[in-house]
């Protein structure tokens, strides 16, 4: 986890068809974030950040295209794109179990 000196609220922004909050998150001697809040919704929508990069500064964005309520009624993003100067990654989370069983074996490598 990574904890921020300082915490702006930005003018707000329309990315797309959402009108959003913008947060600017920042830590001395670090990169700055950019948290993008839906005002329909006060769920995270976009976050976006210029790490350090050797020859340029990239920033990365990671958008939050949806969220499911899980059995405890908690809110989890479960897709989300990674939007890098490389490519675009997609995570899609297709189920969570709370507090479910987990057998030890899946933690130990090949038998040699």
Do not use: R, W
Not at 12 to 20: A, N, P, R, V
Not at 26 to 31: D, S, T
Not at 57 to 67: A, E, H, M, R
Request: net charge negative; proline share 3%; glycine share 6%.
């Amino acid at each position: 986890i990574t904890f921020y000196d300082e915490i702006l609220m930005g003018p707000d922004e329309k990315l797309g068809e959402k009108d959003c909050f913008v947060l600017t998150l920042k830590k001395e001697n670090n990169f700055d974030k950019k948290i993008f809040v839906d005002k329909a919704t006060y769920l995270i929508y976009v976050i976006s950040e210029t790490p350090y990069h050797l020859q340029k500064n990239v920033t990365l964005k990671t958008f939050i295209n949806s969220y499911n309520k899980l059995e405890n009624g908690f809110l989890m993003a479960d897709s989300i794109t990674k939007d890098l100067e490389a490519g675009t990654i997609k995570l899609t989370i297709l189920e969570v179990k709370i507090d479910g069983a987990i057998d030890d074996n899946m933690f130990n490598g090949p038998e040699k």
